[in-house]
């Protein structure tokens, strides 16, 4: 697209350093000017090439004050609705209780799964609300959430339209995956073939019929589901049009990302198992490997995904908080970033790429998220921060100064 | 202190969960309710207990619809006041760049020592005001900054009058710390003894007379001074009055802490390296062990400091963010809650206690803050969370609802 300049402006930034985080880089214009039409990015360059009678002809210029700006953060991989708390649980671990011993006192993902199935849609839509709004707050603006707390095709759906719910009230644009195949539900025990059918022959149709997700994910593993039962759930999900994506190679190497890729999968997600043989197959399918170091972080494992294999098969890599409950209750992009750095040894530019346009290609949103380009949405933040680097390094805070979507200023 | 119904309140918090920290336990008042008089909480108990008449009585009432009231906490360690950034560093490293050639190209402390002693006085200000805002904004109400980025008598004078600057300019009371002997500056290389004659018979006196700093430090470390050294800071610092503290087995055992405990230091800080005789010592002083996961996390650590010993010896452990550029850039007391429960083993109420009375302990301060209790200042955090847990158990947001330092309220 020619970057000629746009006949109306909504709003003109100036005086501002953009890291565009277009042509797999940060991009960095510093002593930018960016403006924006209606919903979309009309015009980003150096504030010197802007025409001298520009600014006038602006409706409504906003000075940055030299600050940065950056496209809104994609976070693309969430459970982030779901009922009760799970804190309980994290006191018992650190007064040393075990995983087996909370586990059979109704712990872990089970009380989660409890406490979703009793919960109201509306108390549901209300919890689920102020993790949407704390996301937004820092500078999240589009956003992934998963079901997989339901089991059952009742509470699957109810939590799938709460976030249904989230999207209409909120101005971020969310994207929902159905992961009926998160966890075998205890009244399926011993049965999980039974579950799959029921996921793959009832649950899918419906989800379909009632168009409340545009994704279907499955956790393939020796806790979860085999590479069969994925693979069954993945044709049918194929068969209707969804996109699909993998709990993938977690915990250990299950060569489901190389099914995933055979499916044409948006992505494989944690990854920390994963062969050198299921990347090349990502890397032939253009399957984006999604990494989650709040897991990993919270789970104390120590095996890394394999950054430099990403690297050499050039995949792109994106980082998402994973906010769930159990495994990674993150609420924060920054710190994610951090802890990329930290845990994974990804860069600064790595990483911020991977909470922006490989986020946005993770859900098949490549072409209108997660960079700064003439013709994209305008979900752009202004940062308060020296360098984009500062998003990295520092942690526990957050200078988010600004957000915009779709053109629209967020007021908090 | 009896808990009489004071005669004069002007502000009642009511319907409020209370986790006054006090006994040396969270401590739980549910269904709670506080008063304050003036600078002072004047009555903490529960809301039943009330007399009829009392909320009429009283000028403000808060309702605080079932949150949670905790002490504000207190960051006891901290080196927030500098200059420049280090993030490019970061940066480095992440891309191959080791320390040591990082430090031949002049980075490292000596990078914040020159951009430190380069500043203005009004920079200074400015950037350390940002952060103590930060802090200050998640709840932080009590805080300790420490020198050791000027290395020299005007650049160390200079600080500690940033330092007091804040203190007057923002309501978060601020003890400061003269941490000349923070490492030797390249002009007295080779010359380690005469350095520490400098910081001893130069600095420490003229500190002393400007009335600028409360406590005085050292980095007691193969890489910083060594016990002799210490020592000769000790002696002179306990003659001239001030408060002794100590980093101490960071990164070896000097047995710092041992020399410390016999100048009765308020805190031995970092202690990763710490001996069972040196912790032995500690408890026999009556000394707090600071404990700074920070540092343990940017610093990819894997000796942590001997929490086991701390619980068997009843040693009072308090945590804090350490905020500094190089090895702890964390603006956030519950992610080092987090870190200290992850990283440390330490339980949520120890993390808690930790960054409250115990912290306040760390400076001398555990007669008028860090826990709620009739008679002590009213430095009060309402935070919208389900239990106190929740403050160590999830990561990167901030739920703070209100923040109140000796009876005022805070506007952000």
Redo the contacts between chains.
């Keep these: 697209m020619q970057n000629l300049f746009p006949e109306k402006i909504d709003t003109l930034f100036i005086n501002c350093n953009i890291a565009t985080m277009a042509d797999n880089g940060i991009s960095i214009n510093k002593n930018g000017a960016l403006a924006v039409t209606g919903e979309i990015i009309s015009w980003v360059g150096k504030e010197k090439n802007l025409p001298d009678n520009f600014k006038i002809k602006c409706k409504k210029n906003i000075d940055c004050k030299n600050r940065w700006i950056l496209p809104g953060f994609v976070d693309c991989h969430t459970h982030l609705v779901y009922g009760g708390?799970?804190?309980?649980e994290?006191?018992m671990r650190?007064?040393g209780t075990s995983y087996e011993e909370i586990s059979k006192q109704g712990g872990g993902i089970f009380s989660t799964v409890n406490a979703s199935r009793n919960a109201s849609k509306e108390s549901l839509f209300t919890s689920a609300s102020k993790r949407v709004k704390?996301l937004l707050k820092?500078g999240i603006t589009t956003l992934e959430i998963k079901s997989g707390y339901g089991l059952n095709l009742e509470s699957e759906l109810k939590i799938l339209e709460v976030i249904k719910q989230l999207d209409k009230k909120f101005p971020l644009h969310i994207e929902a995956t159905f992961l009926g195949a998160h966890a075998l539900p205890i009244e399926f025990k011993g049965n999980p073939d039974e579950y799959i059918d029921l996921v793959t022959h009832t649950m899918l149709p419906e989800v379909k019929i009632q168009g409340i997700a545009t994704a279907v994910d499955v956790f393939c593993e020796t806790i979860g589901f085999s590479l069969d039962q994925t693979k069954k759930v993945f044709q049918k999900a194929k068969e209707l049009g969804f996109n699909i994506k993998l709990h993938a190679e977690q915990l250990s190497d299950s060569n489901g990302a190389g099914l995933a890729s055979e499916f044409n999968a948006l992505s494989c997600d944690h990854l920390e198992y994963l062969s050198l043989s299921g990347a090349k197959k990502m890397a032939q399918h253009n399957v984006i490997a999604v990494l989650l170091p709040?897991a990993f972080?919270?789970l104390?494992e120590t095996r890394k995904p394999p950054v430099d294999i990403f690297r050499k098969l050039k995949i792109p890599m994106a980082v998402s908080?994973d906010l769930n409950p159990g495994t990674s209750?993150?609420?924060?992009m920054?710190?994610?970033l951090n802890m990329a750095?930290?845990l994974f040894?990804?860069?600064?530019e790595e990483a911020l790429l991977g909470a922006s346009i490989n986020g946005a290609k993770a859900l098949g949103l490549g072409n209108t998220k997660g960079s700064i380009e003439k013709g994209k949405d305008a979900d752009l933040v202004v940062w308060d921060i020296?360098?984009p680097?500062?998003l990295?390094?520092?942690?526990?805070?957050?200078p988010v100064e600004m957000v915009m979507i779709k053109g629209d200023k967020i007021n908090f």
């Design positions: 708390s799970r804190s309980n994290f006191e650190l007064k704390t820092q709040g972080y919270y104390k908080t209750p993150v609420h924060s920054t710190l994610i750095c930290m040894d990804m860069t600064c020296d360098t680097a500062d990295c390094y520092l942690a526990g805070f957050n």
